[in-house]
């Protein structure tokens, strides 16, 4: 089993929809988790990090399920320039800061 | 302006012949890593730093050395390459390993995109 797993998509949605996505972890010791977002052939940048009450940044809203071991990613009314790649990362307790990405979740908005 | 710069950001070359890829940062980072990005596998970490002259084995090391001398500056080395090491690299940074509980965000390079033919 993976360490972080994600469906891969892709999920094609109309402009205006809301979309979730969800992102599973398999260590319980987890600390510290993210959702990053990838363009095509581009790097992946920061969307926003995941805290234990949730947040919320615009459109965007980011859930924690610790009991359940996973996180979510919501988006509200749709735009196309939503369309890319959606990796979760999740960062595990004992030192460092390293990061276990999800293979990433495809989103394609259309009109 | 504060970035990762990666150099080249194509490159096709073959079996056997020694390459670098350079990862330069202007944000004065403590931390940085090279991850290698291939289908349905996501980002695979090579090695890290955690600083000047640390550096350590990540989930994929085989075949590829690291340095780090500067603070400023990781490059990835890939003494022999092989067909299997056709990918998609990122050089990544940030602020700090940091700790038990805190993480900190990653700024990745442009990417350097590597076929071994």
């Not at chain 2, 403590?30 to 991850?35: C, F, G, L, P, V």
Request: hydrophobic content about 30%; some cysteine; overall charge positive.
């Amino acid at each position: 089993r993976k360490e972080v797993e994600q469906d891969p998509g892709p999920f094609n949605v109309p402009e205006g929809a809301t979309v979730a996505f969800n992102c599973t972890y398999s260590n319980s010791a987890s600390q510290s988790f993210f959702w990053y977002r990838q363009d095509c052939r581009k790097e992946p940048k920061l969307l926003m990090s995941v805290y234990s009450s949730g947040n919320e940044d615009g459109r965007f809203t980011a859930q924690l399920n610790r009991a359940s071991q996973y996180i979510s990613l919501l988006i509200r009314d749709s735009k196309l320039s939503d369309s890319a790649t959606y990796l979760c990362a999740v960062s595990f307790s004992g030192g460092y800061n390293k990061l276990i990405f999800g293979a990433g979740t495809r989103l394609a908005v259309h009109p | 302006e504060a970035q990762v710069t990666q150099n080249p950001r194509y490159l096709i070359t073959v079996t056997g012949k020694k390459l670098t890829v350079t990862c330069s940062q202007n944000m004065n980072h403590e931390y940085m890593s090279w991850y290698r990005q291939d289908p349905g596998l996501g980002l695979r970490q090579i090695y890290y730093s955690m600083n000047v002259e640390v550096t350590d084995k990540g989930d994929v090391p085989e075949g590829y050395k690291v340095s780090r001398k500067e603070k400023r500056n990781f490059p990835l080395i890939l003494e022999s390459p092989s067909p299997n090491q056709t990918s998609l690299y990122f050089c990544a940074s940030s602020l700090s390993g940091g700790g038990i509980l805190t993480s900190y965000e990653q700024y990745f390079g442009p990417g350097t995109r590597l076929t071994v033919t």
